[in-house]
């Protein structure tokens, strides 16, 4: 029995020395480019500072470089090794090991740049993310992506000495670093759905730009979230950038993938036409224009034009027939779906007249020039569903898609639409849009954007209890309902200096003044004589009785100053009053010294 015993404990201390055998062996020593090594490691690392030396390691050259100067957060992809270490965070020239308990629970504005374990709201934890925004957060990706993370003011492993608005970051399985743009030309890119111009002279100055510009637009896919804009048809466009060329309509920056015709010159120098619907790469031959092939488009060779078939049909008939997609201008082609409805589908060009696409999310006034017989026309978001109305039935603000500039919006009321310029503020509508302006675009927000609670949406406007048709703005927290009868609210301990409302609002003590009523929301600017209001009903008064009245007089001079009570004049309207005040004196000392040689 005791023989037996000895047996089976020998046989133990065999098999132990083996485990430690084999796992000495597979243990990688990233140092000494030894044992089974894959992915990244953090290696002689300090007791007291926690610190250690990045290393990168790659099954297919089997060998372990030292990593430097590389800020970003690697993900641990050795099963042996990220028990101790899951994730390395480097920044200012350091690493260190970074624990998921360490991660905080959500994104907002104070982490955005950093990792973090998403808890869902039934307490449920939903992994490691990236956080963007309060919209995007996004995981290790197994294809290489790109995300444009803003500086929103805070510091974090992105942020660089030039203190850049912008920051591409590249998203792998295992690392988010900041994207090598020493070989990105300079053009107009469309980075995660909004344009930017990028300039790079190759020299270490690179820029990023966002633009407010409009249009339909072809694009070469590059990464994930980036693609490069095809600007120049007059060059040939080969097989292998057709495949990777996809369509977007834009509006006011933003934009949204579309399916449509792009007319090109292929590598022999012929006019093709190539089918988008996601990817440009099917050819588009000639065809009849019936209830088959409308919306599609060719290049007529014997007429040397690129044409559309429509269907220009009323409610008792259909009209099938081919428009030419001229260029120098934008064209729009109403075609019908269905007799005896007001359900159509837009197509609209650019301006080039080299492709033409499907419009979704736009307004038009259709007869502007006849009130009597204006129409109405909307393409709903994510649809290839348009209706023609009666101004009638639409209220408050839209997209106003006909014009170029950016702040452009169509305001109807009391059964008459018109075209208007609006800046700074909310503006909402009959159909359930919210509208966001700044001084430099409007634009319309998805309904994924939009709260329903002023807690976690403070200066935002909100579905209240999720419903798309009861708004409400957050006055910081406090809830105010957009009512038929204006009034006016202010919001305080804010800094106006760089304010852009309703974006970059950061604590300060300034206070700035708001006009609210049915579909706005505005900042308010006055001139000199400012504005009075009641402190009861929070409306406005006439400055003649505002002294009689319970109410507050309000100077807010310009959108990044201060709202005071008393007016301040400013540096210039001082300084005349002081080279007035010296003239004077001047004027007094001349004629004292006069008198006296008089006299």
């Given at each position: 029995m005791l023989h037996r015993s000895k047996s089976i404990l020998f046989f133990l201390i065999i098999v132990i020395q083996l485990i430690l055998l084999i796992e000495a062996t597979e243990t990688c020593n990233p140092k000494e480019n030894t044992g089974d090594c894959s992915g990244y490691y953090l290696y002689d690392i300090d007791n007291i500072s926690g610190e250690g030396t990045l290393y990168e390691c790659r099954n297919n050259t089997k060998l372990c470089d030292v990593i430097e100067n590389a800020p970003g957060y690697y993900k641990v992809t050795d099963l042996n090794y990220k028990i101790k270490i899951p994730y390395i965070q480097?920044?200012?020239?350091?690493?260190?090991?970074?624990?998921?308990?360490?991660?905080?629970?959500?994104?907002?504005?104070?982490?955005?740049?950093?990792?973090?374990?998403?808890?869902?709201?039934?307490?449920?934890?939903?992994?490691?993310?990236?956080?963007?925004?309060?919209?995007?957060?996004?995981?290790?990706?197994?294809?290489?992506?790109?995300?444009?993370?803003?500086?929103?003011?805070?510091?974090?492993?992105?942020?660089?000495?030039n203190h850049d608005q912008y920051v591409l970051v590249s998203i792998t399985y295992d690392s988010i670093t900041p994207m090598n743009t020493t070989?990105?030309?300079?053009?107009?890119?469309?980075?995660?759905?909004?344009?930017?111009?990028?300039?790079n002279?190759?020299?270490?100055?690179?820029?990023?730009?966002k633009l407010t510009s409009s249009g339909l637009e072809a694009f070469e896919y590059v990464y994930a979230g980036f693609a490069k804009l095809i600007n120049d048809f007059s060059k040939k466009l080969s097989k292998e950038v057709l495949s990777k060329t996809l369509l977007y309509l834009c509006q006011n920056g933003k934009c949204v993938s579309t399916s449509g015709t792009l007319k090109y010159k292929s590598s022999s120098s012929k006019v093709e036409v190539a089918n988008c619907s996601g990817y440009c790469i099917?050819?588009?031959?000639?065809?009849?224009?019936?209830?088959?092939?409308?919306?599609?488009?060719?290049?007529?060779?014997?007429?040397?034009?690129?044409?559309?078939?429509?269907?220009?049909?009323n409610s008792t008939k259909d009209i099938y027939e081919f428009k030419e997609i001229r260029s120098n201008s934008t064209n729009h082609f109403i075609t019908l779906k269905t007799i005896g409805t007001d359900y159509y589908e837009?197509?609209?060009?650019?301006?080039?007249?080299?492709?033409?696409?499907?419009?979704?999310?736009?307004?038009?006034?259709?007869?502007?020039?006849?009130?009597?017989?204006?129409?109405?026309?909307?393409?709903?978001?994510?649809?290839?569903?348009?209706?023609?109305?009666?101004?009638?039935?639409?209220?408050?603000?839209?997209?106003?898609?006909?014009?170029?500039?950016?702040?452009?919006?169509?305001?109807?009321?009391?059964?008459?639409?018109?075209?208007?310029?609006?800046?700074?503020?909310?503006?909402?509508?009959?159909d359930g849009g919210i509208i966001r302006c700044n001084s430099f675009a409007c634009e319309l927000l998805e309904r994924k954007e939009v709260g329903s609670s002023c807690t976690n949406h403070p200066n935002e406007v909100i579905y209240y209890n999720n419903n798309?048709?009861?708004?409400?703005?957050?006055?910081?927290?406090?809830?105010?309902?957009?009512?038929?009868?204006?009034?006016?609210?202010?919001?305080?301990?804010?800094?106006?200096?760089?304010?852009?409302?309703?974006?970059?609002?950061?604590?300060?003590?300034?206070?700035i003044l708001f006009k609210v009523n049915q579909y706005s929301i505005k900042q308010v600017v006055t001139d000199n004589d400012g504005i009075c209001i009641n402190n009861k009903d929070h409306k406005i008064v006439t400055n003649t009785s505002c002294k009689k009245s319970k109410?507050?007089?309000?100077y807010c001079l310009s959108a990044n100053e201060t709202c005071t009570?008393?007016?301040?004049?400013?540096?210039?309207?001082?300084?005349?009053?002081?080279?007035?005040?010296?003239?004077i004196c001047f004027s007094y000392i001349a004629l004292f010294i006069i008198i006296n040689l008089l006299f």
């Open positions: 480097c920044g200012e020239g350091k690493c260190k090991k970074l624990a998921i308990k360490d991660m905080k629970n959500s994104c907002n504005k104070e982490n955005t740049g950093e990792l973090v374990n998403i808890q869902t709201n039934n307490g449920i934890m939903d992994g490691v993310h990236f956080c963007i925004n309060h919209l995007n957060l996004i995981k290790f990706s197994n294809n290489t992506s790109v995300y444009l993370l803003g500086s929103n003011g805070n510091n974090n492993l992105f942020s660089n000495s070989n990105i030309e300079s053009n107009t890119y469309l980075i995660n759905n909004s344009l930017y111009s990028i300039e002279d190759k020299h270490g100055n690179f820029t990023i730009n099917s050819k588009q031959g000639p065809v009849k224009c019936n209830i088959m092939n409308t919306g599609k488009a060719f290049y007529n060779s014997s007429k040397s034009k690129f044409q559309i078939c429509v269907n220009s049909g837009l197509f609209v060009s650019d301006k080039g007249g080299n492709m033409v696409g499907l419009s979704t999310g736009s307004n038009y006034l259709i007869n502007k020039e006849d009130e009597r017989n204006m129409k109405f026309l909307t393409c709903y978001q994510n649809s290839n569903h348009c209706e023609i109305k009666s101004t009638t039935l639409v209220s408050g603000y839209f997209i106003n898609s006909e014009s170029d500039s950016p702040n452009s919006l169509i305001y109807c009321d009391d059964y008459d639409c018109k075209t208007i310029t609006e800046s700074n503020g909310y503006y909402i509508n009959s798309y048709n009861s708004f409400q703005y957050c006055n910081d927290t406090s809830e105010v309902d957009f009512s038929d009868k204006e009034f006016y609210i202010t919001l305080n301990n804010i800094n106006s200096s760089n304010l852009d409302f309703p974006t970059n609002i950061v604590s300060g003590n300034d206070t109410s507050t007089k309000f009570n008393k007016l301040n004049l400013n540096a210039n309207a001082n300084g005349a009053i002081h080279h007035g005040s010296l003239n």
